[in-house]
């Protein structure tokens, strides 16, 4: 059975930094690419940070610059740095990993098929 658990949320003030954290097990993900969603309450849940099995890495224009994706496949687990936060960055986080390959965009939810149970991030200004 695939698990993801996320790890590493809590309360942080405006500027400062988290580090999340995603471990996996049942299988492992090093060929898949892997991706962090998130989702503030009343919006829809929306591409964050993503990175593919190459290790090449893509972002949202709204993180891009202040969060930092990376993995370690000898883990299984992937990470999500978050650094000059904002009270707008306020969200459950989620972990997401890829089964099949699909011609699906990386920042699109639907390409994902396993997914965390998520981890509360809020920021206060």
């Known amino acids: 059975q695939v698990q993801l658990v996320e790890s590493g949320g809590g309360l942080v003030q405006s500027g400062g930094s988290l580090r999340l954290s995603c471990a996996a097990s049942?299988?492992?993900?090093?060929?898949?690419?892997m991706g962090w969603f998130r989702q503030a309450p009343g919006k829809e849940r929306e591409f964050v940070a993503a990175?593919?099995?190459?290790?090449?890495?893509y972002y949202a224009d709204s993180v891009r610059g202040r969060f930092t994706i990376s993995r370690d496949n000898a883990k299984n687990t992937l990470y999500l740095q978050m650094n000059s936060l904002k009270p707008e960055d306020t969200a459950v986080y989620y972990c997401?990993?890829?089964?099949?390959?699909?011609?699906?965009?990386?920042?699109?939810?639907?390409?994902?098929?396993?997914w965390g149970q998520g981890t509360q991030v809020t920021v206060s200004s």
């Open positions: 990175i593919d099995w190459v290790g090449a890495t």
């Open positions: 997401a990993a890829q089964g099949p390959v699909r011609r699906t965009p990386i920042f699109s939810p639907s390409r994902y098929d396993y």
């Open positions: 049942g299988r492992t993900f090093s060929s898949s690419s």
